[in-house]
C-alpha cells in the first residue's frame, strides 16, 4: 500500500475507503480524526479479513501465499484526505439551509 501521507504532515480528516473486491460497489468508509487512527483501524481491518480467507481455506497456506492475500487486501484500499467529502456536505447542508429558510418566510 502506498502511503499518502507521513504521520504529522496532514492535520485533517482522513478518509479510509476499503473494498471488497475491485467490482464493489459499495465499499466501506470510514473517516478519522488522525492519520494514527485511520492506519490502525486499516491494519485491524486488514489483518481479520486475511485472517477469514485463511480460515476458511480447504488448503494450508505458506508464508507467500499469506504475503500475496495481505498484499491483495491492500490493494483494495483507498487512503485520502476528506476534504472534497466536507466540502460536499457543507455545500450540501447550506443549500439545505437556505431552502428551509425560503419554505418558511414564504
Same mark, same amino acid.
Given at each position: ?31 478519522? /480524526? ?6 490502525? !483501524? ?8 486475511? +485472517?477469514?480467507?485463511? &480460515? *476458511? ?23 485520502? /484526505? ?6 460536499? !456536505? ?8 437556505? +431552502?428551509?429558510?425560503? &419554505? *418558511?418566510?414564504?
Amino acid at each position: 500500500m502506498q502511503i499518502l501521507y507521513t504521520q504529522g504532515s496532514w492535520n485533517g480528516t482522513f478518509k479510509v475507503t476499503y473494498s471488497i473486491d475491485s467490482l464493489d460497489p459499495n465499499p466501506t468508509i470510514k473517516y478519522f /480524526d488522525s492519520y494514527d487512527e485511520a492506519e490502525n !483501524w486499516l491494519q485491524e481491518e486488514v489483518s481479520h479479513r486475511v +485472517q477469514w480467507t485463511v &480460515d *476458511h481455506s480447504s488448503y494450508s497456506i505458506s508464508e507467500e501465499e499469506l504475503s500475496q492475500i495481505q498484499e491483495l487486501e491492500y490493494s483494495l484500499v483507498e487512503f485520502s /484526505d476528506a476534504i472534497e467529502d466536507i466540502i460536499e !456536505w457543507f455545500k450540501h447542508f447550506t443549500t439545505m439551509e437556505h +431552502q428551509q429558510i425560503l &419554505d *418558511h418566510v414564504l
